[in-house]
């Protein structure tokens, strides 16, 4: 709509938009926020976590009126029709950008629960949204390096028991955990580095994923596998908001997760840890070709 415009013009309207949705809404988003933090009762904090919810999703139809303000971006996404907002799903999507996130609130908001993300531990001082992703339940984590596990010992295991606290707090609202199992943003120099065995991924970590369905694989039935395509390549953050991502391709499938994957020690049972990645490498084997063609207009 705005397209008239300078394309840096139009980036500085997005991101004052943006901006200001994200203040006003968090206005709203810190009083429950405060009182789950404040009041310990279990009913009452899920209650001000759904309250946080709605909060959060309305957060999200303010970014597609700007988007939609601002971009024009044709958008081709199948299988969105199976989405239910009453299910607990396991999201997977390849990764390219960080207008991936913005590109699944867009296609899952009001569709399906809010997407939840695994975070570092150090993003809840973020100004403003950390305690926004608090509030929301978003799993905080702390990485320690192989280095320091050799020096500290004791910390070993401690990502799982986050995961396994963070997953109790998903069984009493309905949640769609969301992994990046490539662990960052997929380049053509990063898949040569890796000597990855896709043309368009990079190899998937099975670590996160088996960290889930082990602390709640009786509660998650379903895979809500995501492929994202960027037919003029992967834009960055700032492209996205000058306007210049002319159009975005997304398939969604659902899929049961398979019953011998869940509620197993992802840390301690080696069977389990290679029939996860064997998992993983046939869904990523498929997303490869699925990616080909998408990129190669082969409808």
């Known amino acids: 709509m705005l397209g008239f415009l300078p394309k840096p013009v139009v980036g500085v309207i997005a991101a004052t938009l943006l901006i200001l949705n994200t203040l006003f809404w968090a206005l709203f988003l810190y009083v429950p926020a405060l009182l789950k933090l404040i009041i310990p009762h279990k009913g009452f904090r899920v209650y001000c976590t759904r309250v ?43 990764h390219q950008s960080w207008v991936d ?17 695994f975070l570092k531990k150090q993003l809840i001082w973020v100004p403003v949204i950390g305690i926004a992703w608090w509030g929301l339940d978003f799993p905080f984590m702390q990485r320690h390096s192989p280095q320091y596990l050799l020096r500290h010992p004791e910390k070993r295991g401690q990502d799982l028991e986050t995961t396994r606290r963070a997953c109790e707090k998903f069984r009493y609202t309905p949640v769609s955990v969301m992994n990046f199992v490539e662990g960052t943003r997929a380049t053509p120099e990063k898949i040569r580095q890796q000597k990855s065995s896709y043309r368009n991924l990079l190899t998937p970590k ?6 889930v369905l082990d602390a709640m694989g009786d509660a998650m039935e379903t895979l809500v596998d995501v492929t994202i395509a960027y037919p003029d390549g992967a834009p960055s953050f700032w492209d996205f908001l000058c306007g210049g991502v002319s159009e975005i391709r997304m398939e969604i499938h659902t899929r049961p997760i398979p019953d011998e994957l869940k509620g ?6 080696a069977d389990y840890r290679r029939l996860m990645k064997e998992w993983l490498a046939g869904l990523w084997r498929e997303k490869d070709q699925r990616l080909d063609r998408m990129l190669n207009n082969d409808h």
């Not at 913005?102 to 629960?113: D, G, H, K, T």
């Open 206 to 211: 099975a670590g996160g994923v088996g960290f």
């Open 264 to 269: 197993r020690d992802y840390a301690k049972d």
């Open 101 to 117: 996130i913005l590109a699944m609130q867009w296609v899952f908001n009001r569709r399906a629960p809010f997407l939840k993300f």
């Open 52 to 94: 946080i919810i709605w909060v959060a999703e309305n957060w999200v139809a303010g970014n597609k009126a700007w988007m939609r303000l601002t971009q024009r971006t044709r958008w081709q996404v199948t299988g969105a029709g199976e989405l239910e907002r009453e299910s607990w799903y396991l999201v997977l999507s390849n």
